[in-house]
């Protein structure tokens, strides 16, 4: 038991670290938290949160997206699901 908590809190902290090297995309849009007045030209983004499963393990993790970028990952989901079905039907 105590050996399973170990692993799970080094591979945990082993998500968190990212390289060094590795560039940040700047934000298109400035996310500001619920409470903060806004300034001239912001708005406030709806962020919707949920927990999903990577393939191959049965850890969670809880991902947030705003609610256009959620519609856009559903919907390129959708579209890979549907080629794979046909591609599944081709080739039998």
């Known amino acids: 038991m105590i050996l399973v908590l170990l692993m799970a809190a ?17 934000a298109v849009v400035e996310r500001v938290p619920v409470a903060a007045p806004l300034k001239k030209g912001e708005k406030r983004i709806k962020m919707i949160c949920r927990t999903e499963t990577t393939t191959g393990t049965r850890f969670t993790k809880r991902v947030c997206y705003d609610k256009a970028e959620l519609e856009a990952r559903q919907e390129r989901e959708r579209e890979q699901f549907i080629e794979s079905q046909n591609s599944q039907q081709i080739n039998h």
């Not at 080094?10 to 700047?26: F, V």
Request: negative net charge; aromatic residues 0%; proline residues 18%.
């Open 10 to 26: 080094a591979l945990g902290a082993a998500d968190d670290k990212e390289p060094a090297s590795a560039p940040q995309a700047p």
